[in-house]
Each structure stands twice: as structure tokens, then as C-alpha cells.
């Protein structure tokens, strides 16, 4: 006989953790693009004492800052 | 990056190489939350594809714009900043996931990125642990379309790949 499972609802925590992901993932390109670089910013003393060196990427003074672009 | 999309379609038009997509990490990016990087996977066709090294006239023709291999992420040239890898559209996946990329306006500059379910599709090829989870990212991904990507794992016979994937 199937036993019918019982799903708990998810907690206001973990919805709000899904519904943080979910709007990252909704940002515009260039915008993620930023946040990457912020990443590699953060990253590089993390990998300077691990002996590795990273660069991060440059971006142009309109594109560090700049505006939303439309994804077609 | 605006910068270097913007050679990228210096090459396009200069007829160095056919045609360009964004692949790999940066690809994903455009349809996942943001994942950490350090360089920019572009897979490109080629005019010739008899040609056993694909790479040299691209090579050839960014060293004579001022464009040389990047100091600390091997294999990739640095162009405007931003450490870019070539990878030639070496098999029937990669092709196809080439030509049925998606254009998009990056910051007032037209590039294209290869479309959610063939990234996914050519991770499984692939096979890394970081592909793993870059697929399970994808799946979630709005607007992925699970049938069209099992589509492209059976007609390009992964789909035993991935099956053995899921179980591990």
C-alpha cells in the first residue's frame, strides 16, 4: 500500500534564502558581471595566502557603475 | 568586458573567426546567480575547420592588436583587463550550441551566449564535480526547459552519462 508522504512546508528562512537566489539569478548581466569582480576583489588575499595570484577583471568607468542593460 | 566583447566582434568582423559565444562559468551566469571565475570561456567557429591549429590566426591576429597571454591565468590572452579562453567548436554539440545561441546587448555591445540547456548539456559532457553543480544551478534556472535538454542528451548520446550522473 502506498504510504502518502508528508512534505513540511518550507521555513520562513529557507523560503526567504530561495527567494534571495532566485532575485541574484533575475539581475542583469552587466550587474552580475560587477558582482563577480567584487568576488575576485574578495578573493584575492584568500588566494594570495594560499600562493596563488589572481588579477581581478577590469571594467570600463560606465560599466564599473553604469546602467542596466536589456537582455533581448 | 564591455572592451573585450568588443574585440571579440573586432575578430567576427575581420573574418578571423566565423562566429563567437560566451561557454562555460560566464555562460551559466547569465541565467544563475552570480558564480566565481577568473576567466571568460569564448567557444568560436572557424572559417576552416580543416585547419589542425584554430587558434593561431585568432592568436596570431590578437598579439598584433597589443593582446598577449595572460600573466597568471594560463591559456587565456588578457584582453582590456579581462583573461579570455578560446576554445575552438570542436564537435557537433558545441557547433549546434553555437549557432542557436542567443544574442544579447551587453552595456550597448551585441554578443551572444549559448542557451541554458546546452550549456548544461555540454557539462555533462564534460563531467567535472563543478559541472555536476553547475547543471543542478541550470535545472533550476527560470525558463530551463528540462525536455529540450534531455532532447540534446539523447541526440548526442549522453543521456547513459547522465543517468550513471544522477545515481553517483
Redesign the interface.
Given at each position: 500500500m502506498a504510504v502518502a508522504v508528508k512534505m513540511r512546508p518550507l521555513s520562513e528562512r529557507q523560503y526567504a534564502k530561495e527567494t534571495f537566489?532566485?532575485s541574484?539569478?533575475?539581475?542583469s548581466?552587466?550587474e552580475?558581471?560587477r558582482?563577480?569582480v567584487m568576488?575576485?576583489e574578495r578573493?584575492r588575499p584568500i588566494y594570495a595566502a594560499r600562493g596563488r595570484?589572481?588579477?581581478p577583471?577590469?571594467?570600463?568607468r560606465?560599466?564599473a557603475g553604469?546602467?542596466m542593460?536589456?537582455?533581448? | 568586458m564591455k572592451k573585450t566583447l568588443e574585440v571579440l566582434n573586432r575578430l567576427v568582423r575581420e573574418k578571423v573567426i566565423d562566429d563567437y559565444a560566451i561557454g562555460g562559468a560566464m555562460g551559466a551566469m547569465f541565467y544563475v546567480e552570480t558564480v566565481t571565475t577568473m576567466d571568460l570561456d569564448i567557444f568560436v567557429l572557424f572559417p576552416d575547420d580543416s585547419d589542425l591549429a584554430p587558434l593561431s590566426p585568432v592568436y596570431g591576429k590578437l598579439k598584433e592588436w597589443g593582446y598577449l597571454p595572460d600573466e597568471y591565468e594560463k591559456e587565456c590572452i588578457n584582453i582590456e583587463g579581462t583573461p579570455v579562453q578560446f576554445l575552438p567548436a570542436y564537435d557537433a554539440l558545441l557547433q549546434e550550441a553555437l549557432v542557436q545561441a542567443r544574442s544579447f546587448d551587453y552595456e550597448g555591445v551585441e554578443t551572444k551566449v549559448m542557451l541554458a540547456e546546452y550549456l548544461a548539456a555540454i557539462c555533462v559532457k564534460t563531467g567535472r564535480l563543478k559541472d555536476k553543480l553547475r547543471v543542478q544551478m541550470l535545472q533550476l534556472s527560470r525558463g530551463f526547459s528540462e525536455s529540450q535538454f534531455l532532447g540534446l542528451l539523447s541526440t548526442f548520446n549522453l543521456k547513459e552519462r547522465f543517468d550513471k550522473w544522477q545515481l553517483q
Open positions: 537566489r532566485a541574484q539569478a533575475a539581475l548581466y552587466p552580475k558581471v558582482q563577480l568576488l575576485q578573493l595570484i589572481i588579477v577583471w577590469t571594467l570600463d560606465d560599466e553604469g546602467t542593460s536589456k537582455q533581448v | -
